[in-house]
């Protein structure tokens, strides 16, 4: 095929049964100048898709992890912009066309990425949850530790669409991490490049039965860890939201069944915010009434 203008890199390990899908979602792009890269991180046994000219698939034959993945996938990427597309998750048919007319119309200082909205469905293909992502964050914040505008969502990170160079140039997705690789990597990238957020659902994130990194409570915990660590004088220096991202870290550790660790974690966030922290639970006991 001709150069293409986007690529879209897809990481997998042993899900035969989710792949395709996602395959499909990306390769039936209302744009055509796009490629689709598969990264097969290590499977049990290897990828097997049909093959389309506008597919390629990479094999490792040992598991580099999902930032390792991606980063090969990066590589190996031949457009000059990119997109990530997880396995079991599949984007709508507007995504690409959706990102790239909205970076044609962009005033903020370059380089300039993009997000999209995206829907959480449940094992029965219902909509349980659409979230948006906030209008702008110019070059230079901090992306999800700048406060956020009502109605908003800063969980709409897996819509990025960047310069492939952009993401090279800030050392690409840091291997060291197995979960919080999306939130590492947008607090490296605002500060250079501008963000800005379009209201509209370009993607489909499945909830479904099976492994995932993202509820593993070790896997979880460790990356929670290790962000902090990593990023902690930028962390220290919005109390507000760092209080807001160990508050709802530890929401999640209770909804694991993680209880003792939980309110641990929540007494942390306490520390860190106490005012915003109980707002937070108040609004949390109102919904359960």
Not at 1 to 17: A, G, N, W
Not at 79 to 85: A, S
């Amino acid at each position: 095929m001709s150069q293409p203008l986007l690529s879209i890199i897809i990481p997998t390990r042993d899900r035969p049964h989710l792949l395709p899908h996602a395959v499909q979602s990306a390769i039936k792009q209302t744009i055509n100048e796009i490629e689709v890269i598969v990264v097969d991180d290590g499977s049990t046994q290897p990828v097997s898709l049909p093959e389309h000219p506008q597919l390629s698939v990479i094999r490792l034959s040992e598991s580099h992890g999902g930032a390792g993945a991606r980063n090969c996938g990066t590589e190996a990427a031949r457009g000059r912009w990119i997109t990530y597309l997880d396995d079991d998750d599949r984007l709508l048919p507007n995504m690409v066309a959706v990102s790239l007319a909205a970076l044609t119309k962009a005033t903020l200082p370059a380089p300039v990425g993009v997000i999209s909205g995206i829907e959480e469905v449940n094992a029965q293909g219902e909509v349980i949850s659409k979230r948006i992502p906030p209008p702008s964050r110019p070059r230079g914040c901090h992306f999800s530790l700048e406060n956020l505008e009502p109605g908003y969502s800063y969980n709409t990170k897996q819509t990025l669409v960047v310069e492939r160079e952009v993401i090279q140039q800030i050392g690409g997705w840091d291997e060291a991490f197995r979960s919080r690789v999306h939130s590492d990597l947008f607090l490296r990238l605002n500060p250079v490049c501008s963000l800005i957020g379009v209201p509209i659902v370009t993607y489909k994130l499945f909830l479904h039965i099976g492994d995932r990194v993202s509820v593993n409570p070790t896997l979880r915990q460790e990356s929670f860890d290790r962000l902090i660590n990593k990023h902690q004088m930028l962390f220290e220096a919005h109390s507000k939201m760092f209080a807001n991202f160990v508050y709802e870290h530890a929401y999640t550790l209770y909804e694991l069944g993680q209880t003792s660790t939980a309110f641990s974690t929540l007494c942390r966030a306490m520390k860190l915010h106490p005012l915003h922290t109980l707002r937070r639970l108040l609004h949390y006991w109102v919904k359960g009434l």
